[in-house]
């Protein structure tokens, strides 16, 4: 595929970020991976080398990113080839080599649903029925061999299988059932109901069931009234944190109770909104960074359950310093370049996050 072939499957963005635009999608371009040993269809790999893992919650992300139909289904599903016979993913591969020690969050059913937003009609049967079986064994996964207390909350056995492996979500150790995991499980059933409904599954009103039951066991049990809590499974001993995670329960938009996110909002504003976006940690605290995912995975439910003007500023800071400094992580007091291993500069999964930001201004927040 040519790079202008390439390109052509992203969407518009703003006139000022076409220029970062071309850099952005030119590093996925040639950070792409043909399929090879163990990689069964073209992935897109942290970056160009040396990092050359695909990690398969980056797929998603990449997805995300896309705007044509039949690339972003591709992109979604590419790491369900090594899916194993338990429903879990693999954390990351290469042609040679499959990490299965630890997994990630399944952000696909996030992206499935961004997927059947952005495209209606366009998504056919055949895309649908090459997500359901995978999506389904991923399902599984997450709501029996990760609830090993039996109480029907999905839980973390790794500190990095929430992607963000510092958070202090695990400050009293794992395994630990936290407000993302919850999210993440609870939509990737609300996906799995929209798909099975499109494709005319009886099964379709039981998945539903199943995503309302896990929201109501997060609202019920996980919010203490000013925040979102985490516990340990099994002790179900609190676990209080005020990491970035405590607000990724604004991917759910408008599904999250008015009253839980008029407080949620209030303490972005007030405590975790930089100039470049939002921070990791709470101002006056650790030393906090920007980092793409959380601004993919927060922000656009922000602007859905109805705060547009602290949305559309969060993203705006961040869109503008991602195209002015190309980092992949950066310090939230100063702007200043975290070096993340060997790259000071953008890397492909950054440059996807910033393409998705770029892309929600240019179509939802204008």
Known sequence: MTFQQWYDLYPKVEPQYESMKKKAVHLIWESRAEPSGYIKEPMIRFTKPPELNCFSWHQVYHAMAMSDVDM??????????NQDEFGELPDLMTE????ITATKPPIHGYGALRIIERYGDLLTTAHCEAMYPGLSRLYGFWTTLRDTDNDGVPQYNHGCESG?????????GVPVETPDIICYVALLAEALAEIANRLGLPEAQEWARKSNLLLDKLFSE?????????MLSGLHEHVLFDSIEAYFPFMLGKRLPAHISAVMADDLETCYLSPYGLRSEPKSG???MIMGFS???????LY??????LATKAVRGFTDYGAAAEPVFFFADDGSSARENDFTKMSALSAAMWLDCATFLYNDAR
């Open 72 to 81: 972003a289904v591709q992109t979604l599903m590419n790491m369900f080839q």
């Open 96 to 99: 040679n080599y499959i990490n």
């Open 164 to 172: 963000f492996d510092f958070s202090t979500m695990f400050a009293k």
């Open 222 to 230: 996980f919010w203490n009234g000013s925040r979102f809590i985490a």
């Open 286 to 288: 650790r030393k906090s």
């Open 295 to 301: 601004q993919v995975i927060i922000l656009p439910g």
């Open 304 to 309: 859905q359950a109805g705060y547009r003007d």
